[in-house]
């Protein structure tokens, strides 16, 4: 086993959580469902905050635009690596990490706000805006604490809903068939990365350092137990005619602080392709889209179990596989 089985169950539990937290922010962006002029079901979108527009792309050919993006993005931190640009890298996060709380919390945050204002009398003031201007102020907050006063619980509670902000963003613009091959590519990708190249374990131990991880973060403590061996006597030790008795041989506890990661991409991808399913015609029901996140878990938690310790894994070919075990169950309702 990877880690031991209650960081394991903490791991897959986190996991899982911010699956469904994702799929219910991708929800609450979606404004109707409604039947083109060629007869082809599709779906509307409700508009980001802060006029944040998503890519305006063929959303047949978005997984090119994604990879292509994925590959950028490895490059530039494998840069900041090669120099150590820790601050550098620290606020290309936070940027990330606001624009992506900010999306996420908006459909939560806003109705209470725009409930509150009008009882503050402010709404005259500020109008349809200052909703989003608090929001942002939130989701600021937040971000400033997850990257310069980081702590486990802000930066995996924060982790739950960015995703779900990255989902809202780029799910209205992949396809179905897009979904699938970015799914295989991505897993390719990964395996090559992690395996052969490594330049993925280098990310990730950069990431692991500077305390800024873009993913779940699980710190614990490995106990080492060295027990003296089972054939060797304690004996007395002739001291001329005395008897000295030898010196006796303690139980050695080594504690080892460990942590147990899960990439933001392997997060995100999963998400993206629930959230592909969930809006794509014919529309299923919330809860059997459910099945996805479920067999991705599971998966999860397999590699976790017979994955060995102190080695690096590619999850996404594994939580892939989940993804396409959950899609074959969504067809049978």
Same mark, same amino acid.
């Given at each position: 086993?990877?880690?031991?089985?209650?960081?394991?169950?903490?791991?897959?539990?986190?996991?899982?959580?911010?699956?469904?937290?994702?799929?219910?922010?991708?929800?609450?962006?979606?404004?109707?469902?409604?039947?083109?002029?060629?007869?082809?079901?599709?779906?509307?979108?409700?508009?980001?905050?802060?006029?944040?527009?998503?890519?305006?792309?063929?959303?047949?050919?978005?997984?090119?635009?994604?990879?292509?993006?994925?590959?950028?993005?490895?490059?530039?931190?494998?840069?900041?690596?090669?120099?150590?640009?820790?601050?550098?890298?620290?606020?290309?996060?936070?940027?990330?990490?606001?624009?992506?709380?900010?999306?996420?919390?908006?459909?939560?945050?806003?109705?209470?706000?725009?409930?509150?204002?009008?009882?503050?009398?402010?709404?005259?003031?500020?109008?349809?805006?200052?909703?989003?201007?608090?929001?942002?102020?939130?989701?600021?907050?937040?971000?400033?604490?997850?990257? %310069?006063?980081?702590? #486990?619980?802000? +930066?995996?509670?924060?982790?739950? *809903?960015?995703?779900?902000? =990255?989902?809202?963003?780029? &799910?209205?613009?992949?396809?179905?068939?897009?979904?699938?091959?970015?799914?295989?590519?991505?897993?390719?990708?990964?395996?090559?990365?992690?395996?052969?190249?490594?330049?993925?374990?280098?990310?990730?131990?950069?990431?692991?350092?500077?305390?800024?991880?873009?993913?779940?973060?699980?710190?614990?403590?490995?106990?080492?137990?060295?027990?003296?061996?089972?054939?060797?006597?304690?004996?007395?030790?002739?001291?001329?005619?005395?008897?000295?008795?030898?010196?006796?041989?303690?139980?050695?506890?080594?504690?080892?602080?460990?942590?147990?990661?899960?990439?933001?991409?392997?997060?995100?991808?999963?998400?993206? %392709?629930?959230?592909? #399913?969930?809006? +794509?015609?014919?529309?299923?029901? *919330?809860?059997?889209?459910? =099945?996805?996140?479920?067999? &991705?878990?599971?998966?999860?938690?397999?590699?976790?179990?017979?994955?060995?310790?102190?080695?690096?894994?590619?999850?996404?070919?594994?939580?892939?596989?989940?993804?396409?075990?959950?899609?074959?169950?969504?067809?049978?309702?």
């Amino acid at each position: 086993m990877k880690h031991n089985l209650k960081v394991t169950l903490i791991l897959v539990v986190v996991f899982l959580i911010s699956q469904i937290m994702g799929l219910a922010i991708i929800s609450q962006y979606v404004d109707k469902r409604v039947v083109g002029d060629d007869g082809v079901e599709k779906t509307l979108y409700k508009e980001l905050p802060m006029n944040i527009e998503r890519p305006q792309i063929d959303a047949s050919k978005s997984y090119i635009y994604i990879i292509g993006a994925v590959i950028v993005g490895t490059v530039l931190a494998l840069v900041l690596i090669r120099f150590r640009s820790i601050r550098v890298w620290k606020t290309w996060f936070f940027l990330s990490v606001l624009l992506c709380l900010t999306i996420a919390l908006k459909p939560f945050i806003g109705r209470f706000v725009t409930w509150l204002l009008p009882v503050m009398s402010l709404k005259l003031v500020l109008g349809f805006r200052g909703t989003d201007l608090f929001v942002l102020l939130i989701a600021g907050i937040l971000a400033a604490f997850k990257i %310069f006063r980081p702590s #486990v619980y802000m +930066s995996n509670i924060t982790e739950i *809903f960015i995703y779900g902000g =990255l989902s809202a963003i780029f &799910v209205p613009i992949i396809d179905l068939k897009s979904a699938f091959i970015l799914l295989v590519v991505i897993s390719a990708y990964d395996m090559v990365a992690v395996w052969w190249s490594k330049h993925m374990v280098k990310l990730a131990t950069f990431q692991r350092d500077s305390k800024v991880f873009a993913g779940l973060t699980i710190p614990y403590s490995k106990v080492s137990v060295t027990k003296p061996a089972a054939t060797m006597k304690i004996r007395a030790v002739k001291k001329g005619k005395k008897k000295v008795p030898a010196p006796k041989r303690e139980i050695v506890e080594t504690r080892t602080e460990r942590t147990a990661i899960l990439g933001g991409g392997d997060i995100g991808f999963p998400m993206f %392709f629930a959230g592909v #399913v969930l809006n +794509s015609a014919p529309f299923p029901h *919330f809860f059997v889209v459910m =099945l996805i996140p479920l067999c &991705v878990a599971a998966a999860l938690f397999l590699l976790l179990t017979f994955g060995k310790q102190d080695r690096f894994y590619p999850a996404m070919p594994f939580l892939t596989a989940g993804c396409i075990v959950g899609y074959l169950l969504t067809m049978l309702f």
